[in-house]
T-cell receptor, first 112, second 111 residues
């Protein structure tokens, strides 16, 4: 089944403790993105990647890092999480520019 | 900077009624997407509109795109309770690598 998977689905952590949210897609898509969703703000793009080793900042990249060492994986790294990063995070992928984008199930992160 | 605005943000309607959700965007683009999100769930793709004048229909939902007016509409016909969800529009940037989303329209269909 074609899908985007994320892990973990739920995470509660404390300020400053480094964490990684994994994202994987099995559709051989070139483009992958990370979004955060906050009430009243819709979805905002954090980072995106156009191919292996090619990444760029989205609208809200501060406090996040990404890497794209393999085509299928696009992990999101929070090196020193803060409470304002409490949010619902979505990974997404698309096969080529302007194609339909597929979303993962989401990761609900709480930073205390 | 591309801005996408939806209205209304909240919509409560009765079953059987018709209504339209509007999506305005600020810069030239001819690619617009509509998504549905149920509470606690991910986003589900509804429509992909790729050119001026594009119209797509699925069941009780119909989406259209007017690139000259920078406007897309999502029309709901004879609403049913199952359509209750949050609906997002999103617009592609010129490179095709970034989607900018509207704030979402929370639709509640009452019996």
């Amino acid at each position: 089944e074609a899908q985007v998977t994320q892990n973990p689905r739920y995470l509660i952590t404390v300020t400053g403790k480094k964490l990684t949210v994994t994202c994987s897609q099995n559709m051989n898509h070139e483009y992958m993105s990370w979004y955060r969703q906050d009430p009243g703000l819709g979805l905002r793009q954090i980072y995106y990647s156009m191919n292996v080793e090619v990444t760029d900042k989205g609208d809200v990249p501060e406090g996040y890092k990404v890497s794209r060492k393999e085509k299928r994986n696009f992990p999101l790294i929070l090196e020193s999480p803060s409470p304002n990063q409490t949010s619902l995070y979505f990974c997404a992928s698309r096969g080529f520019p302007h194609a339909e984008q597929f979303f993962g199930p989401g990761t609900r992160l709480t930073v205390l | 900077e591309l801005k996408v605005e939806q209205n209304p943000l909240f919509l409560s309607m009765q079953e059987g009624k018709n209504y339209t959700i509007y999506c305005n965007y600020s810069t030239t683009s001819d690619r617009l997407y509509w998504y549905r999100q149920d509470p606690g769930k991910s986003l589900e793709s509804l429509f992909v509109l790729l050119s001026n004048g594009a119209v797509k229909q699925e069941g009780r939902l119909m989406a259209s795109l007017d690139t000259k007016a920078r406007l897309s509409t999502l029309h709901i016909t004879a609403a049913v309770h199952d359509l209750s969800a949050t609906y997002f529009c999103a617009v592609d940037g010129t490179s095709g690598s970034r989607l900018t989303f509207g704030e979402g329209t929370q639709l509640t269909v009452n019996p």
